[in-house]
């Protein structure tokens, strides 16, 4: 039985060497738990350092649209406790997940485009247009193969958490895929698809969004584990309802511990502190 702890990923096709970037999140996010904060809370604090980063395909780590030039980007937070907040086609942030966090003290569950860029303006979040060193040189390989999204590295980041009250959580984040049309949304900013979290555990998707939305990944492998099913084996299970090529991933943490799964040989930085009961 797990008392507390979190877990986080930095997406699928991201190479296991990263996984100090993962580690680092949970060390951030663990020393919130210790100190009894909320799972959200702590959750997003992991997100936030796999944004900063800069290896990852999030924050300041995010890719370029089709036009070579656009960085959008999305971010949801949700909690066991119904709390749910979201960002799509942000532009010109450094965190996104902060911005989402933010929606829960707003009328609004989402926020889009220009509208959410307006409402973190207004709560102080600074400009931040830097394009890093890696989006342009994922451009410039990836060609322009709208179906695969070219030779990218990696999907949206990830994490989950479980706090010393039981309530868990779950913050995610991309940098969107390259190249994608501007406008194209993924999986990340919507809840059962990318992201999922009720009394049973947490659930984070990454990978071709797509894909995930048709089959709404993140709630299928949640209703798995509401039913009983292990956490490594809900994600494995999960991951098999799509063929090898398609590429995606999925974590889950509930009581009973965490588990985590990608489809076919795709590598995933992951990592996980657990504390037992």
Known sequence: MVS???????????????????????????????AGMCALDSAVEAARVLEDDGRFNAGSGSVLRIDGKTIEMDASVMDS??????????????????VARAVLGSPHVAMAGRGAQAFARKLGFRPYYKVSKKALEIFKKSGKNLQTGG?????????????????????SSTGGASPMLVGR?????????????????????????????RKMLAKTVYDMLAGG?????????GIGLF????????????????GWAATGRNPMAQYSIIKPA
Do not use: Q, W
């Open 4 to 34: 507390y702890g979190v877990a986080a990923h930095g997406g699928v096709g991201s190479p296991k060497e990263f996984s100090n970037g993962c580690r680092a999140a949970c060390e951030a996010a663990l020393l919130m738990l210790e």
């Open 81 to 98: 406790n119904g709390k749910i907040g979201s960002v799509i086609n942000i532009r010109g942030v450094k965190n996104p997940v902060l």
């Open 151 to 171: 030779s990218r590295k990696a999907d949206t980041i990830g994490a989950v958490a479980l706090d010393k009250s039981g309530v868990f959580a779950v913050a």
């Open 185 to 213: 949304v993924g999986d990340t900013p919507m809840v059962g698809c990318g992201f999922y979290a009720g009394p049973m555990g947490a659930v984070a998707v990454t990978g071709l969004g797509e894909e995930s939305i």
């Open 229 to 237: 099913m292990e956490a490594g084996a809900a994600c494995k299970k």
């Open 243 to 258: 063929p090898a090529r398609v590429k995606m991933g999925v974590i889950a943490l509930t009581k009973n511990g965490y």
